[in-house]
């Protein structure tokens, strides 16, 4: 039996989904390789590495190396286990809305009624996201849902990660009049958006496979942060096939929760309506500055093929 084992460390459960799909979408065509390595309780997914048999896993590390490179390693023969320690963040790469839809299901406990038409949910993203743990996330700019909410017309639903902090104090503050709803499971959170006809996005992967696993009528993206297309050319969560998606693109921003970016969460407007094909050649010319990376995870990943080779003589 050949193995594409996953790492899936301590990536949250979006990344975890997004890393299942991509490796079950890699072997349909691979010939006897099985997925393991995976462990998502929430939706009664698990497959653990088979303990005492050994084998030794053409490494796969950091988000740089094309999928299709391991793809033809192993389609070639020339890799018979793989173990993906990176996450393709990548709507290309991943199964089919309706493949997705049929492999994460919830408990009927689990699953939550989502909002019809004249609501839009706002997700939230917090915790990890307001101190400045990564550049690349943060909170979005009060000023962004003002907007949706003034153009849809719709009454605004805010629920996700809504606790006792200084953003989600601000958004109470800012719509007294919203619906709130209580967090209580991540599934549950997920299953809300899930059914919902209306939809804003976090700053989440979490938040973006639940909104395009939905069904949803419109479903806004912020592009800012690790979303911009220009600051992170590397992934690409802008389906070009899906016309439900409407995005909204902010300047570059580096986010360290500095007291005059957190106050400029309730005053900054600066974003623009953008095409698909915009955000396509602004990824296009910023992706440029992968080259250096690319290359050098695409030849890490030969050194790993060599080591890959050399332990099977001896496997």
Request: include cysteine; charged fraction near 25%.
């Amino acid at each position: 039996m050949k193995k594409f084992v996953i790492d899936q460390g301590s990536g949250r459960l979006g990344n975890q989904m997004m890393q299942l799909m991509v490796a079950k979408r890699l072997t349909e065509d691979l010939p006897n390789f099985e997925v393991f390595g995976y462990h998502m309780p929430e939706w009664r997914l698990s497959k653990p590495v088979i303990v005492g048999q050994p084998y030794v896993p053409l490494l796969v590390r950091g988000g740089a190396v094309s999928p299709d490179h391991v793809y033809r390693l192993c389609r070639s023969g020339l890799a018979t286990s793989v173990m993906m320690r990176s996450i393709t963040v990548d709507y290309r790469r991943f199964l089919s809305r309706e493949d997705a839809n049929a492999l994460f299901r919830p408990l009927p406990e689990e699953d939550a009624p989502g909002f019809d038409d004249a609501h839009i949910v706002i997700n939230i993203r917090g915790e990890d996201i307001l101190f400045g743990k990564s550049a690349d996330y943060g909170p979005i700019p009060l000023t962004y849902y003002r907007s949706i909410i003034e153009e849809t017309g719709k009454t605004p639903v805010f629920m996700g990660q809504l606790f006792d902090d200084y953003y989600s104090n601000m958004i109470r503050a800012e719509f007294p009049d919203a619906i709130y709803v209580p967090h209580t499971t991540p599934i549950r959170d997920f299953q809300i958006i899930r059914n919902s006809q209306n939809i804003v996005v976090s700053l989440s992967t979490f938040s973006w496979l639940a909104a395009w696993m939905s069904d949803a009528k419109r479903i806004y993206m912020p592009l800012i942060g690790g979303w911009n297309p220009e600051q992170r050319p590397d992934g690409n969560l802008t389906p070009a096939d899906d016309p439900r998606f409407v995005y909204d693109l902010f300047p570059i921003r580096k986010w360290k929760a500095t007291p005059e970016q957190i106050a400029g969460l309730t005053t900054e407007s600066d974003f623009r309506r953008v095409t698909v094909a915009e955000i396509d050649a602004l990824r296009d010319r910023a992706s440029g500055k992968l080259l250096p990376k690319r290359l050098r995870k695409t030849t890490q990943l030969y050194l790993y093929l060599l080591m890959h080779l050399a332990g099977r003589a001896f496997d």
